[in-house]
């Protein structure tokens, strides 16, 4: 992807803040950070994010997150830290390639996460779980 930001510090063409590396993954600061030490874990091979991602690539990539997560944890003496992964522009996904973000979390550090609940009605929550197994007949 010649265009692809993360391509392109994936191949070194743009310097990052290099935390971790191996056969499938590289990690690196996010240069606008929820809180110091927020990394970021992406595969080498581009795929757009986790709708797009083949389980290969994301299996292989899931090692450097353990990994790079508990050197954030021990290395920013954290209290916890998120894991998350932003899909789509709706959802905050802003670079169109896979990355899964560590964040390191403090005590009241004010950072939110889970603002808003959307509580079920009456009856209503086993018609969303009947719509999700559906969508497993169309993945086959
Ligand atoms: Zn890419």
Redesign the pocket.
């Known amino acids: ?1 010649d265009d ?1 930001i ?2 392109k510090i994936v191949s070194g063409v743009i310097p990052e803040a290099k935390i971790y590396e191996d056969e499938n993954a590289l990690a690196f600061l996010d240069a606008n950070p929820n809180n110091h030490g927020h990394t970021l874990v992406v595969p080498k091979i ?1 795929a757009k994010n986790i709708l797009d991602v083949t389980e290969d690539t994301l299996s292989g990539i899931m090692p450097a997150v353990k990994k790079v997560s508990k050197a954030v944890f021990e290395g920013m003496s954290a209290a916890g830290l998120n894991i998350t992964i932003n899909n789509e522009r709706p959802a905050g996904q802003v670079i169109f ?1 896979l990355h899964i973000h560590i964040i390191p979390r403090f005590t009241d550090d004010g950072l939110k996460v889970w603002t808003r609940k959307t509580p079920y009605k009456n009856g209503e929550m086993e018609l969303v779980a009947e719509k999700i197994r559906a969508a497993f007949h169309t993945l086959m």
């Open positions: 992807m692809c993360f391509c581009h390639h």
